[in-house]
């Protein structure tokens, strides 16, 4: 969980210039051949393509080849030297011409080309100041003609950048790099003579040793610290090989142990928001080794991230281009992994909400990671027009586990309510025997069940309601909570009581004890179809199966959704014995999408999941902890701490707190989650969240709420002191 910095707009996200992209097709200073391929290899592979799909505007500038015949590899040293420096010169030459507002990115060919890229990249930046140099590799590249073991010159750029080293090298047009502005990561092989010389010249270095202990985001961070010192701009170069040999095995000096190559990607990110980052280079990439092509997607994969559009940026074509339906909070996230979510600078939050509850199993839960592609490779769609080989499964195993004869698959939750209120009606009108266009849905004041017509027509949220009437005829609403309500309200035209077991977004409301127990009962005794939305409290979250099971409540009619898409997609399904569901004949409902095999074959590894490791058990005794902690704290601004296993309600007292004030303030410190109506704050992270972190999330809760600023305009409010419901 970490803190959120101001954010600074990258200038290649700024401008929307293109990213000018300039390979080297050379393998001069390599003692093998394979990286003067790269160049050709990466473009083949569709390079600039991916990149706009990231929202980054790139060009392939050029590609600059060795010139006359190449010197072999085994060729004397100065003549290799010799090639080596003319095109390292004709590099340097080329980047310092580009327009200032382009940004440059340099693909080898072998780590040779260095010394073209960055005497090029000072050159640009000479006018305002000193460049420093983040170097990536498992190497240290500090060796000088007379010192070289292999005579390899891919072992030389990094001194001759510093200033020594042969003259043919040295010479090269630009300014010197500063050592103590320069810092290399992921060292972990080299010659006592190249780190002697380094540590003579005051270069800092973080070895694989220290990138193991601290972590790859921490050590970019503090490199980050040392080549923005003192300087006008910064670059990064990338070997390749400093990633571990077996993830990205397609370098000229594959060195075992490296980087991983999602630390990587994950620490480049901080990038885009750097305005002072001036090029990227990354280098040593054989396309003949890259059997399977992972090698080039990674280079994508590290271009992206680096060079992609920022917070600000993606914030504001939101805005510009989307619906206004939506104010999210200030954060864009990339990536999100168990219960941690990455925006697109890097930065870490703990999921405290997980999508409404959709993200149950944490994010890119390895088994449903492989559910989904598996079955994605096989068959994705064919429309319920055919029958596919996965939709029976599931069907079968949602109506043995929840204890019902039929199964409709749909897509979202709002599909499954609309499904459910057709068969309410159609139910009323050909079983119970209502009179034609009188049949009555019952639902409760403070529900959130969609934002459909029909559904908005049950909403007590004027909101939902305001401009978007008329409403269909037949809809009324009772109090939540109050079964005598209900019973007084039900006529012999009512068809159906639609109920949440918990109102999630009206405030993480619990009925009392007993409550959903006595309206199944007077359902039952008036011949009314009990509907039971469970698409946010279902499958474990409230510490139990279902939310009803905690009153041995079998609803006629079960509404499912949220989770049983493993958070990978949207899977939702109305359940009810054959008496219910009987009403239906073909024609009579349907979806394009819904029943899909590939949702299906989602749901299914996701009701496997439920199965083998009864996520309610750790759900009930993870969130009581919680809600005691947080009430125990006796927060002034806290009104209240309830909920059911993990999903729990702040309610804060308004005139002291803002719940949307908190939610920022939490964001802040790197907890995300959202307010409901302004008042409650809402906390549900996945169900596989452990005990210590959820501790320390409820520590920075408590000192977040502690420490908020109080409302300009509070009144004075009276005891706040929280109450545990």
């Keep these: 969980m970490t803190h959120s910095a101001p954010l600074h707009v990258s200038p290649h996200a700024a401008t929307r210039t293109a990213v000018h ?46 010139k006359g015949s190449v010197p072999a590899a085994d060729a004397p040293l100065n003549e290799r030297l010799e090639a080596v420096a003319e095109l390292a010169q004709r590099v340097a030459d080329g980047l310092a011409a580009l327009a200032p507002e382009a940004f ?28 420093g140099l983040i170097w990536i590799d498992a190497h240290l590249d500090s060796h000088t ?15 001759a950048l510093l200033g020594e080293g042969n003259a ?66 910064f670059g990064v170069s990338i070997d390749l090989d400093a990633l571990d040999a077996e993830a990205l095995p397609a370098v000229t000096c594959p060195v075992s142990d490296g980087i991983a190559p999602v630390d990587l990607s ?43 559009p920022g917070t600000y940026l993606l914030r504001a074509r939101e805005r510009h281009f989307g619906a206004r339906n939506y104010a999210p909070l200030p954060v864009v996230f990339h990536r999100g992994e168990g219960v941690w979510l990455w925006d697109v600078e890097g930065r870490r939050y703990l999921d405290m909400m997980s999508a409404y509850s959709a993200v149950s199993f944490g994010h890119a839960h390895p088994r449903l990671l492989r559910a989904l592609t598996d079955q994605a490779q096989r068959l994705a769609l064919t429309s319920r027009a055919f029958s596919n080989d996965r939709l029976p499964l599931l069907l079968e195993r949602l109506c043995g586990l929840f204890g019902y004869d039929r199964a409709l698959p749909v897509n979202t939750g709002l599909e499954a309510v609309e499904t459910a209120l057709k068969a309410a009606r159609k139910w009323a009108y050909t079983v119970k025997g209502v009179a034609a266009e009188q049949a009555e849905i019952i639902a409760c004041d403070g529900n959130f069940h969609g934002r459909s017509i029909a559904i908005v027509g049950l909403s007590s949220e004027a909101q939902y309601r305001d401009g978007f009437g008329p409403f269909p005829p ?27 077991a918990v109102q999630g977004e009206g405030g993480i409301v619990v009925p009392p004890t007993g409550y959903l127990a006595r309206c199944a009962e007077i359902c039952r005794r008036h011949n009314v179809l009990l509907i039971v939305d469970e698409i946010q409290t279902g499958l474990g979250r409230t510490g139990r199966l279902l939310a009803c099971d ?32 009987d009403v239906f004949e073909p024609g009579d409902h349907g979806s394009t999408f819904g029943g899909n095999p590939l949702g299906a074959a989602v749901a299914l590894e996701v009701l496997d999941l439920l199965a083998e490791t009864r996520p309610w058990e750790r759900a009930a005794r993870l969130g009581e902890r919680f809600m005691g902690q947080l009430a125990a704290a006796a927060l002034p601004c806290v009104r209240a701490v309830r909920g059911r296993g993990l999903l729990i309600g702040v309610d804060l007292d308004p005139a002291r707190l803002s719940a949307v ?46 420490t908020a600023p109080p409302r300009l305009d509070a009144g004075t409010p009276g005891d706040a002191r929280p109450a545990r419901t």
């Design 145 to 159: 003609d007379t010192s070289t073991h292999s005579g390899n010159i891919h072992g030389m750029p990094l001194a």
């Design 550 to 581: 905690h009153e041995g409540v079998h609803p006629d009619g079960l509404i499912l959704g949220k989770a049983l898409g493993g958070g990978l997609l949207p899977v939702s399904a109305f359940l009810a014995d054959n008496a219910v569901m």
């Design 474 to 500: 037949g809809l009324r609403r009772v109090p939540y909570a109050d079964a005598q309500a209900l019973e007084a309200a039900i006529t012999p035209a009512t068809a159906a009581f639609l109920v949440e």
């Design 21 to 66: 992209i300039l390979g080297v097709a050379s393998s001069l200073g390599a003692g093998r051949r394979g990286t003067e391929a790269a160049p050709a290899a990466l473009q083949a592979a569709g390079l600039v393509q991916r990149l706009a799909s990231l929202g980054i505007a790139a060009d392939w500038h050029a590609t600059l080849h060795p």
């Design 168 to 233: 043919l090298l040295t010479g090269v047009r630009g300014p010197t790099l500063d050592p103590a502005r320069v810092c290399v990561i992921g060292a972990r092989t080299w010659e006592e003579e190249e780190l002697a010389h380094l540590r003579r010249l005051g270069v800092r270095i973080f070895d694989m040793e220290t990138v193991r202990e601290r972590g790859m985001a921490a050590v970019f961070c503090d490199a980050l610290t040392v080549v923005r010192s003192g300087t006008a701009a």
């Design 104 to 131: 440059p990115l340099v693909l080898g060919g072998d780590h040779a080309v260095a010394i073209g890229t960055w005497r090029g990249v000072a050159s640009r930046v000479a006018a305002r100041g000193a460049l």
């Design 661 to 706: 004030t908190a939610a920022e303030l939490l964001l802040a410190h790197g907890i995300a989650t959202k307010d409901t109506h302004h008042t409650v704050l809402r906390f549900a992270p996945p169900l596989v969240i452990e005990e210590a972190v959820l501790d320390r999330a409820a520590e920075i809760v408590i000192a977040t709420l502690a």
């Design 266 to 308: 994950n620490a480049l990110l901080a990038l885009r928001s750097c305005g002072d980052f001036a090029a990227l280079e990354i280098v040593e990439y054989v396309p003949e080794l890259d059997t399977g092509g992972r090698g080039a997607d990674w280079v994508a994969e590290f271009a992206g991230a680096a060079l992609g």
